[in-house]
């Protein structure tokens, strides 16, 4: 075969990770495909006083959070904070979290920006830093022109030059903008789009996409712990939730009873979790998660400009959401 056919997205013998194996025998099957089944918490970037990333801390939490048995670690999510950083940043931070954290844990890396070449360009970036997978989030700031046509030549588009596995990201709270049902469903049959992490929290939606892709190799993940159980039951295979740099092991306890269909436990686990994770999501945000995050152990920090920390009210409000529900 060519090697510029094997070079070229979409070309003939293409597959996912052809591009760094260009010169070597094309395999006889594709890769598999990458089972994202599990918890994963979106790690929060630390900064220092003076507003550079906080290398150290970062390492101080990740030697913690190697001890919950989480499936693996996203990287430049929301709650890292990750338009507040550089391009040079984002790269730095996602080869640190590699270097630290074991190979059998995933590490889901952001890579979504407004054009597509740019989420090609650092999904490129993010796969040589070390990423097994990229997460993409909806372009937003035309948010009036991304139609579901839009949407799926820009996936496919990253799907096709990226050399990792791609995970579509839908959070409308963030972006104003919900990645269609119609769009989702299109792009599942893609051969390197493995899943979808959906943050929107409409459960009737969620397990829609489990069933009209149940014939994919497709997997959906719950975008908030607010809506975990509820998740499972529709047929999701994991969360990627804020509050799990918080309450990483109740969350890992959460998804096992659900496993082993210890219903009415799960359910009085979800109850004790939903105010605590409005709190640091929806309610505080960022500043509210890093305030949490100081309580129980981890390095939070201050925010990154112009992102301000919580008032004294606040916080207090904010303890009390975890103090209400047994947590301090």
Known sequence: ????????????????????????????????????????????????????????????????????????????????????????????????????????????????????????ELTAGMAEAGADAVLVVTPCYYRGAMSTAALVLHYTQVAEASPVPVVLYSVPANTGLELPLE?????????????????????????????????????????????????????????????????????CQLERLCQEGRWQEARDLQHRLIEPNTAVTRRFGVAGLKQAMEWFGYQGGPCRAPLLPLSEDQAAALRQAFARNGWL
């Open 1 to 120: 075969m060519a090697l510029m056919a094997l070079l070229r997205p979409g070309g003939r013998g293409w597959h996912p990770g052809v591009l760094g194996r260009a010169l070597s025998t094309a395999p006889a099957t594709p890769a598999p495909r990458l089972d994202l089944r599990g918890i994963y918490p979106p790690l929060a970037t630390p900064f220092t006083a003076q507003g550079s990333v906080d290398y150290a801390r970062l390492d101080d939490n990740l030697r913690l959070y190697t001890q919950v048995p989480f499936r693996g670690f996203v990287v430049q999510g929301s709650n890292g904070e990750s338009p507040l950083l550089t391009g040079p940043e984002r790269l730095d931070i996602v080869a640190r979290v590699r270097q630290a954290v074991p190979r059998h844990r995933l590490l889901l890396a952001g890579s979504g920006c407004e054009s597509t070449q740019a989420t090609i």
């Open 183 to 251: 769009a989702v469903l299109a792009l599942a049959p893609h051969p390197n789009i493995v899943g979808l992490k959906d943050s929107g929290g409409d459960i009737t939606r969620l397990g829609l996409i489990v069933h009209k892709t149940r014939r994919e190799d497709f997997q959906v993940l719950a975008g908030s712990a607010g809506f975990l159980l509820a998740s499972y039951a529709v047929g999701a295979v994991g969360g990627v939730c804020a509050l799990a740099n918080v309450l990483g092991t109740p969350l």
